[in-house]
């Protein structure tokens, strides 16, 4: 009995902390609700400031936003949702377990939001702290969004600010990108990923934008590269910019590894909201269709003037895609790499459409290395996504020369004709003037499962063009080598031979070709197509 009242002594101020009355402790529940608010409080205003009022001004003093600003520019106001505000690290070495390196959210900014009222997921890291380095935390951050993404079939964005990895964590934030990157191939195909490099990332950061389907930049404020000048200085003796080692010229117009740049921050997120209505939310959507004030019928005699009689004399592709499509809008991707091919999106009667299209302007709009992989990563992300393709065709051939064989011509070309032949939403192409050799083939030909194939009056389809065909077959005197591309040009050159093999559907008249593929679109709308059971084909990388 003593132990007993002894133990409730005991229990007694602790039992206090439960009472109710008027005359509670000031511990009671009342007062502990509001010491916990107030900390809440405190650490969310914490996380909003980022790394501080010193570090966000200079940032903008950069001319960059900060992670949040970001944010509420991307997405439709007041609809972003913020996961895991109050995460920190838990680095105890070199000192980072002090109170002054520790910030609510570590570096990155994580939840998902509406654009235009279509959910996105969204990760943006904050340069302001610690240099928007990935730690384990941010990384397990991003990691959360992109499997929920993945499970609700929404696309992610991923804004990058970041100096790399946070060399205090060693091997753990080594780690945290391999997570990323597992996450990105897994996703690939299924949800749309989009990355917009808004400041440095370097090192093995880079790879992560690399895995999605576009990476865009910013000009002037962000770079990418695998190692920076200082380290190619020591082993090469050159002495590089950072903007011409991977600035976004460097890398929009020379390696081809973005997609596209903007002037500044602001302008970079007002597209990127531009870009996202063209696509759909996941592999399991069809491509969008929004209400459309441009008639589906519409005729464009622009068109039938627009080739030169001359078939040596070039036109802009641009002119003929862009009064086909619906109030000629048109988003073009890579429009400063491999001029000699465009690609883009746009929408015919309000459906999304991936156009391809030879480019008569630029090398006489030949096939080579680059126009290939451009040609061909852009028609696989068409495919995955469910988005019809629409190829304008006016090919001389593949480019030839010593660089080009040497480089790999072959193997890359292939690439094209692999993602044509292997693609199974709807193919529609428009054969506007040459349409020579394999090059014909591989622009989405007929023999590649192409579901309408028209030819314009101007087209020729043929193995060589007239002169190189008669130095090869034919010998004889001036006049009778005129004579003798006379008749191959009657012959062949023009839609006819095509035409009489069912190669080409129909030789239609220009003008009618918005009207022409706006009735196709409707008719393939309920296209069914499988390719054979496989673990995964075998493209030629």
Known sequence: MANLMRNCRLLRPTLSLFRYDRGCSSLGPTSLMQRVQHKIDTKRQRALEGGGKHRIEAQHKRGKLTARERVNILVDPGSFIEYDMFAEHRCTDFGMDADDKKFPGDGVVTGHG??????VYIFSQDFTVHGGSLSSAHARKVCKIMDQAMDVGAPVIGLNDSGGARIQEGVESLAGYADIFQRNVMASGVIPQISLIMGPCAGGAVYSPAL??????????SYLFITGPDVVKAVTQEDVTFQDLGGAKAHTSISGVAHGAFENDIDAL?????LY????????????VMACDDPRDRIVPVLDTIVPPESNKPYDILDVVKATVDNRTFFEIMPAYAKNIV???SRMNGRTVGIVGNQPKVASGCLDINSSVKGARFVRFCDAFNIPIITFVDVPGFLPGTSQEHGGIIRHGAKLLYAYAEATVPKITVITRKAYGGAYDVMSSKHLRGDTNYAWPTAEVAVMGAQGAVKIIFR???????????EYIDKFANPFPAATRGFVDDI?????????ICRDLDVLASKRKENPYKKHANIPL
């Open 212 to 221: 999605t389907d576009f990476t865009f930049m910013v000009k002037d404020t």
């Open 114 to 119: 509406l654009i235009n009222g279509r959910i």
């Open 343 to 345: 690609t883009g999106f």
């Open 270 to 274: 007002l597209n990127l909201r531009d």
């Open 476 to 486: 004889g005197t001036e006049e009778e080598v005129r004579e003798a591309e006379e």
């Open 508 to 516: 239609i008249i220009p003008s009618t070709t918005r009207q022409r």
């Open 277 to 288: 209505n063209y696509l759909p939310l996941s592999n399991r959507d069809a491509a969008p």
